[in-house]
């Protein structure tokens, strides 16, 4: 191969850079024998880190930064490795900085971050919760076109593996919605946008009762947001006059499930379906009134369904019950969804055929209540409909982050760890929506690497395959070269939907410092 014309002054150029590129090339074959141990996490690290700066944290925790100024570590960088432990490996504090610190690439990380910093972070974190939630919101947006309009809320609980209640104020016994009444917990509310984007969360003692917690929601809301308009969707479980009036009181708007139960009674027709308009095939619509407020029922063919196939699972666990030996009427007595279902007289069991009958013919049908004037029966519904998207934060925010169980102790570090997981939920909500836009899919591949399956793409999923994507150091003479490892098919997706530049094989080469 020529290399044309090279002057005799220029020699020593050529070959620095032919050099330069053998250097590069032998990085790559060695990195293939390089032992794991060698190896430090780099796809979650760079997907997160484009993420925090594109949509307003790390802004805004470099502003909050700027107003500590005693602070003597990198506040931002201890934030971003607490947000990155939640995906990567959702642990322990203590156990971020013993064993996870030192795995992830440095570039990214404070390297020399100490244990009590990261505690302090949590302090700093729940002192400028407000502030944190109020410019994630505002971050590139014009103040002439905000208006959440529609925002959605719901509430779950979260355990603490503790039956303490003198520490604080917050850890409490109440009702538990994962059945743990042997722990104190703490009621989280929390907030997000139709595209299930979080705006913001509310922390409750674990005795609160659910409809206690939407006083002053709409004002909140209209200070933080400065919001023109707001309309609150929630399931039925926090329907209730009470809840309602004081909404209204606030001057809210809402769409709230009803239960129909007795509330039908008083709802006309309420089950005849001959009432109802049919908008397709598989959903009918019937609009009422009930004490001036509009009620929009409808039926709809796959709620008939999951309807009919949860009775049946269940009716098909107490036919087996009845069918064995020693059947023993206190077994259906203790448990709500039997004893629905069954006659108990001198403590015999039986199936209640009538209450099934009756039942079976309410598949399908479902209530809500609103006072919004100006949108139709079926934009109603379609907004009713989108709570879908708090029952995936919830269970993200329990499943892949795990936000609970929660070990801390004070009500200042349990909202510090509370604010974590929001701004680690914000990333994985943005991630998701920007899949949905490119309407990426999972591809899996069998051995014969012929496409088996395709299904919408998950940040859970796509990040067992970013985790695999390392950074590692090669040393060659006396220079380091950091060379990463292949990026697989999902991975690269969602840097794809991110716009992110996909990092050079070898990510930068360093002069080794002799000790």
């Not at 979650?44 to 805004?60: A, N, R, S, W």
């Not at 399908?364 to 079926?378: E, Q, R």
């Not at 994985?428 to 949905?436: F, K, P």
Request: contains cysteine.
């Amino acid at each position: 191969m020529s290399l044309g014309k090279v002057d005799d002054n220029r020699i020593q150029e050529t070959i620095a850079v032919l050099q330069k590129f053998v250097d590069q090339v032998s990085a790559i074959n060695i990195a293939k024998d390089v032992d794991v141990k060698d190896a430090y996490i780099l796809g979650p690290v760079l997907v997160l880190d484009k993420v925090m700066e594109q949509y307003g944290i790390y802004p805004t925790l470099q502003h909050i930064a700027q107003q500590h100024p005693k602070l003597s570590y990198n506040f931002p960088k201890a934030v971003f490795s607490l947000i990155l432990s939640r995906f990567v490996q959702p642990v322990s504090k203590l156990s971020l900085y013993d064993h996870w610190m030192d795995k992830f690439y440095p570039d990214k990380v404070d390297t020399n971050l100490a244990l009590h910093h990261i505690y302090r972070s949590l302090d700093i974190l729940a002192d400028e919760k407000e502030s944190i939630e109020n410019n994630l919101y505002h971050y590139s947006k014009d103040l002439f076109t905000l208006s959440v309009d529609v925002v959605l809320y719901d509430l779950t609980t979260l355990r603490f593996e503790s039956t303490r209640t003198d520490l604080d104020t917050l850890r409490r016994f109440g009702y538990s919605k994962e059945k743990r009444n042997d722990c104190t917990q703490v009621v989280l509310g929390l907030l997000t946008d139709q595209e299930g984007i979080p705006l913001c969360f509310e922390v409750h003692p674990g005795n609160t009762f659910e409809g206690h917690t939407l006083k002053g929601i709409v004002n909140k809301m209209r200070e933080k947001f400065q919001v023109r308009r707001f309309i609150f969707v929630a399931d039925r479980g926090l329907f209730s006059e009470e809840n309602i009036e004081e909404l209204k009181k606030e001057g809210g708007e809402f769409i709230v499930g009803l239960r129909l139960g007795k509330k039908a009674q008083n709802i006309k027709d309420a089950y005849d379906i001959k009432q109802y308009r049919w908008v397709s095939e598989s959903l009918a619509i019937y609009e009422t009134t009930l004490k001036d407020e509009r009620v929009i029922l409808f039926w709809s063919a796959a709620r008939a369904e999951r309807d009919r196939k949860t009775r049946e699972e269940i009716l098909e666990k107490i036919r087996q019950k009845l069918s064995g030996k020693n059947v023993k009427a206190k077994d259906f007595i203790t448990n709500e969804n039997y004893k629905k279902y069954v006659h108990i007289k001198e403590s015999k069991v039986e199936l209640n055929e009538e209450l099934i009958k009756e039942e079976s013919a309410k598949d399908g049908f479902f209530g809500i209540i609103t006072n919004v004037k100006d949108a139709t029966a079926l934009e109603i519904i379609m907004h009713y409909k989108q709570l879908w998207h708090i029952e995936d934060a919830f269970g993200e925010i329990k499943g892949t982050l795990r936000a609970r169980p929660v070990f801390h102790w004070t009500d200042k570090r349990i909202i510090g760890h509370l604010v974590v997981c929001f701004l680690s939920y914000f990333c994985e909500a943005v991630i998701t929506r920007e899949l949905r836009k490119k309407q990426e899919k999972l591809v899996t591949k069998s051995i014969e690497k012929k496409v088996v399956k395709q299904r919408s793409l998950t940040v859970p999923m796509a990040l067992k395959e970013l985790s695999s994507v390392l950074a590692i150091p090669v040393r060659i003479g006396k220079k380091r070269i950091w060379v990463r490892t292949d990026i697989r098919e999902n991975a690269l997706k969602v840097m794809k939907a991110l716009n992110m530049k996909i990092p050079p094989k070898i990510l930068k080469i360093e002069e080794e410092i002799e000790k």
